[in-house]
């Protein structure tokens, strides 16, 4: 029988065992509750049955353990409790800790640990707005033909969409993810897209699989609903990532659509060069900025590498403690620094308000609206022409086409609101525009048996550089939007090695992380009051972060697995590839140079990551569908048009035969009011 809540797992007096164990890990004081009654409690009750099942094993072996060792006799002090849960097998104590810290200080929603550790989500006197969503159609209400079908709500297909609308095309935008509001996409910080923890809100959803070949040709399954193997970062929501992302709206540099030119071919690589350079783009990037709306200092030395026609549309957000602290230390290293772009309301624009500085900026909803995403910028814009027709829960499973390379519409399954039950939709078009990210939309030219064979080649997304210290000076604040100040002195530098990427100071960590890193302090800090002060009282310490170009790897691609199909027949992504050497070399790189900031800032105890890139997806996937001049070494001509077929577009990360030492989404978008607006539908 599967355990519904804590009465139905436990009897009374191991609920009581229970109690005293997490508020042991977690002790009361004068100020806050523990453990147990501080979110450990709740979370059991309301989740043993589905995401926290997995605790019911290590709890009971605990149980037993410590009734044995007489973890509960009356006569035991808090001391010595605390040592007999240091003496439990490592495995066990480990999964108690994960237990107690994601009970208190992440829960569902609001749990204790935020009051400890002086956490607030939301400033005090904010009061958080949830405007509705877009209005949808339902399945019936959807007709048999339009000129253009849009599969992918995110940042460039709701451009794309917006473009075509604007033109006076009738455009059925379809998204396979719910129209959710911003109360559900912020304040959990389990269920969230961050954390990635247990069945995310904006993810794929359970039994979303997909197959991570290894080099020596074992293969691990990546699930979509956070627990296990999770395959990265991407939002599936209206809005896409852009509903939930930092916000960082960065250009690439002119170099970065050179990349071949300027530091060769390595072997064992895909790496190319754009169809066209920085200038072709520079007035989508204009057009964006401003239909987006940007906060940004355009006489900063970041901006000073991409020639604009003016300056941003809303000034750069205020300075703040890291700003300071952070370009000083850059300063002293002969390192310029500047505000970071972001597409956050400064000040009041487009009837939405300017930003609040929340605490959870990262990976969650606004609570004011004024991060900008495509979901309040374009897609309302695009509605407004009355061209334009939104279909939410909706999985587009094939292109229909006429084998001859001319799509004839799309095949779609659709979910029916407020029920369970789903139907099977064929629509007919005149256009299909596929923009469904990096993996998604490979596996949905290749399972409609469109394109040539680079569809599915040149998988890339970033690497990741990073410095963290574990003490040092108090640099920043808790306060949003998480990230302040960035160096490009590493982009294309002298160096060069590879590209480079830019560097920026790491947000202050969310509760949970922070006591998940206290487990790495100089002492230890797990349980007990020491973990309690540590967590009350430690400050913001430093840390920088680095998006680093990476160079596609040969055997990196994204085909169709032969066996796994998903709930609704359609064979399932399987990923391959191992990070090219050239893209460890400059990881490490530029984790050296994180290191360096730290440890001008004053870091202590610092430790570094570099990771070179992630064969298995993540949320700056791109490439799998490139474009270029050749249909021998590309998947679609400069246009964004497929290769072989006559009115197939894609418009999204695919399309980009390099990914820059930046967040791509800027680009994104940019590439994609491009591609639209150079289709005849949108011409005639």
């Known amino acids: 029988m599967t355990a519904t809540g804590l009465a139905d797992a436990f009897a009374p007096d191991d609920r009581d065992v229970l109690r005293t164990l997490f508020d042991t890990i977690i002790p009361a004081d004068e100020e806050t509750v523990g453990g147990w009654d501080g979110g ?136 396979r993810g719910a129209n959710h509001r911003n109360s559900e996409l912020r304040g959990n910080h389990l269920q969230g897209k961050r954390a990635e923890l247990y069945q995310v809100t904006a993810g794929a959803g359970q039994g979303d699989l997909r197959i991570l070949e290894q080099p020596d040709g074992t293969t691990t399954t990546l699930t979509g609903s956070g627990s296990g193997q999770a395959y990265g970062l991407n939002a599936m929501t209206v809005g896409g990532g852009t509903r939930l992302w930092q916000g960082m709206a960065w250009r690439f540099y002119p170099e970065d659509f050179k990349m071949a030119s300027t530091y060769g071919v390595p072997a064992e690589s895909t790496l190319a060069d754009w169809p066209f350079g920085y200038d072709e783009l520079a007035t989508y990037y204009d057009q964006v900025e401003q239909q987006l709306g940007v906060s940004g200092d355009a006489t900063s030395p970041m901006a000073a590498r991409t020639p604009r026609t003016g300056p941003y549309p809303m000034p750069a957000l205020p300075d703040d403690m890291a700003r300071a602290r952070f370009g000083q230390a850059a300063a002293r290293l002969g390192w310029d620094t500047s505000p970071i772009p972001f597409a956050i309301n400064s000040v009041p624009r487009d009837g939405r308000a300017a930003c ?72 007919t078009a005149d256009v299909v525009v596929v923009a469904t990210g990096a993996i998604e939309t490979p596996r949905l030219l290749l399972a409609s048996g469109l394109g040539n064979e680079w569809v599915g080649r040149n998988h890339h997304s970033h690497g990741i550089a990073m410095a963290s210290a574990l003490g040092g000076p108090h640099v920043k604040s808790t306060d949003g939007p998480g990230h302040s100040v960035a160096t490009v002195r590493f982009v294309h530098g002298q160096q060069k090695v590879w590209g480079g990427g830019v560097m920026f100071d790491l947000p202050a960590p969310y509760p949970l992380l922070k006591a998940q890193v206290g487990q790495f302090a100089s002492p230890p800090v797990r349980l007990g009051h020491a973990h309690k002060a540590w967590m009350r009282d430690s400050r913001v310490f430093p ?22 199909t998903d709930a609704l027949g359609m064979p399932v992504a399987r990923l391959a590839g191992t990070p090219h050497s050239a893209s460890v070399e400059a990881a490490q790189y530029m984790a050296d140079r994180c290191r360096e900031w730290v440890e001008e800032l004053g870091g202590e105890s610092i430790f570094t990551m570099a990771v070179p890139g992630a064969p298995q997806g993540a949320e700056h996937s791109a490439g799998t569908a490139r474009l270029g001049a050749d249909p021998r070494t590309s998947a679609c001509d400069p246009t964004g048009l497929l290769w072989n077929t006559a009115n197939v577009y894609v418009a999204d990360a695919s399309l980009h035969p390099t990914n820059g030492g930046f967040n791509p989404a800027l680009t994104v978008m940019a590439n994609a009011m491009r591609v639209a607006q150079l289709m005849p539908e949108t011409r005639r």
């Open 40 to 175: 450990v409690a709740r979370l059991l009750d309301e989740h043993l049955q589905d995401f926290m099942s997995w605790a019911l094993s290590p709890l009971r072996h605990a149980l037993a353990d410590l009734e044995k060792a007489g973890f509960c006799d009356t006569a035991s002090s808090h001391t010595a409790r605390e040592r007999l849960l240091a003496e439990l097998p490592e495995q066990t104590l480990g999964a108690l800790l994960r237990i107690a810290y994601e009970g208190y200080y992440a829960g569902t929603s609001a749990p204790a640990g935020w009051t400890t550790t002086g956490f607030t989500p939301v400033p005090p006197g904010v009061s958080p707005l949830d405007p509705d969503p877009a209005l949808t159609i339902r399945p019936e209400h959807v007709r048999p033909h339009y000129d253009v079908i849009v599969v992918g709500a995110g940042a460039g297909g709701v451009v794309a969409a917006r473009e075509l609308a604007a033109a006076g095309r009738d455009v059925l935008l379809v998204e």
């Open 543 to 564: 840390g920088a972060l680095s998006m680093v170009q990476e160079i596609p790897h040969a055997t990196a691609r994204v085909g169709l697995d032969p066996q796994r």
């Open 356 to 427: 609040v500085r929340c605490a959870q900026c990262v990976g969650h909803a606004c609570p004011v609206d004024a991060k900008n995403g495509t979901q309040n910028t374009f897609l309302p814009r695009a509605l407004a022409t009355g061209n334009c027709s939104l279909l939410t829960d909706t999985r587009a499973t094939q292109i229909t086409h006429d084998g001859h390379g001319r799509a004839t519409g799309v095949r779609l399954v659709t979910r029916h609101q407020d029920t369970s039950l789903s139907s099977e939709l064929q629509v």
